[in-house]
């Protein structure tokens, strides 16, 4: 029996970049699939999956409460028309929103997914508790209103669960949003003259990019090139400096559109970040391409290396055992041979978007 099932996010990419594979089986399944989102570049991208898009106006950042109130009114009056038996809800404002909108319009089974916690769980400031602290009663009542709470990393479901913020029945824990391991595959053997260590991520210090620099320094006499991609994020509350990334060791590339090719360029691949991660999406890709990495002993990050196996784990904030566990990798080729090989491994059995699309269709009973 076909079902219809809407995706609600508050960015058309998000959707797109990480839910396009779950819309596509669905839609090969027969059953009726909208897109639930803000007009953006990629409301035809998402048309072409098969699914409808309907548009609604979100703040990202406003934490206004009579402008909040009016968005759930407005999420309300989008999806009660379209007669949902599912709605899936991604990331913070359209968890909390959607789940109460949901509720309301009667809809069977309501699913929120954490995507990670994000910088306000990791930022000391007042500002940062302050959020957090309404977040948690936020999430506490939304997830109250939801059938069921996705996540993507068991760090992240035991803190709800054992905060309270959702009930141990309803939390349901799916590794990632999943990465297609046929795209993502090594496609030549390296040829680079040297040692070629690689970051990408976005411009933020709670990513590592300090740790990454130093490490840096303190190897700038042995023979290795390293490189950082991403752009920095100036609405973030923890971006970096321009001037920070252009000096240094490391060769800064900023936005890049060929990431695939420059992570099968590389011979190893570094993530030192203490960020609220859900499970990086790089990392994954990594993992595909069969890459070594050195990433930190942090939240989502664990969930793709195994310490000694694929890679190495470091402590958060320290540049250097970063640098003596890049060192390690860079002076033994078997070692970077047997990681990148269990790298692959791993993702193909563990974060293949097919594993991840089957979870969440026998969730749906679909």
Not at 162 to 181: H, M, P, Q, R
Request: with cysteine; proline share 3%; net charge positive.
């Amino acid at each position: 029996m076909s079902k219809t099932i809407g995706f609600l996010s508050h960015l058309d990419l998000n959707l797109y970049l990480f839910r396009a594979p779950i819309i596509k089986e669905l839609v090969s399944k027969g059953h009726k699939v909208y897109a639930i989102c803000p007009s953006g570049d990629k409301n035809d991208a998402l048309k072409s999956l098969g699914c409808e898009v309907v548009n609604y106006k979100i703040s990202r950042k406003g934490l206004n409460p009579f402008a909040e109130i009016l968005t759930i009114k407005k999420i309300y009056e989008v999806i009660k028309p379209l007669d949902l038996d599912i709605l899936q809800n991604f990331t913070a404002k359209p968890n909390i929103y959607g789940s109460i909108a949901g509720k309301k319009a009667n809809i069977p089974l309501v699913c929120n997914a954490v995507t990670g916690l994000g910088s306000f769980y990791i930022d000391g400031s007042f500002k940062s508790k302050v959020v957090k602290t309404i977040m948690n009663i936020l999430y506490k009542y939304a997830n109250s209103k939801a059938n069921k709470c996705i996540f993507q990393n068991s760090d992240d479901m035991n803190y709800f669960v054992d905060s309270g913020f959702v009930e141990a029945k309803k939390a349901v824990l799916i590794k990632s949003s999943g990465i297609d391991t046929e795209a993502f595959v090594s496609q030549e053997p390296l040829k680079n003259e040297k040692i070629n260590v690689l970051m990408v991520a976005r411009a933020i210090w709670h990513k590592g990019i300090k740790e990454y620099y130093e490490a840096a320094k303190i190897l700038e006499n042995e023979d290795i090139e390293f490189i950082f991609i991403g752009d920095t994020d100036n609405g973030n509350i923890s971006c970096a400096s321009k001037d920070f990334l252009k000096n240094g060791n490391v060769k800064w590339l900023g936005h890049r559109n060929d990431i695939k090719e420059q992570i099968d360029k590389c011979n190893i691949f570094v993530l030192p970040s203490f960020y609220g991660e859900g499970v990086p999406r790089t990392l994954l890709e990594a993992a595909s391409m069969g890459k070594p990495i050195v990433t930190t002993d942090n939240v989502g990050c664990r969930e793709v290396v195994d310490d000694g196996v694929n890679g190495f784990l470091v402590p958060v904030k320290d540049s250097q055992v970063l640098a003596k566990k890049i060192k390690i990798l860079v002076e033994n080729e078997n070692m970077r041979k047997e990681f990148g090989k269990a790298s692959r491994e791993k993702a193909l059995n563990e974060f293949d978007v097919k594993v991840v699309v089957e979870q969440y269709l026998r969730l749906y009973n679909v």
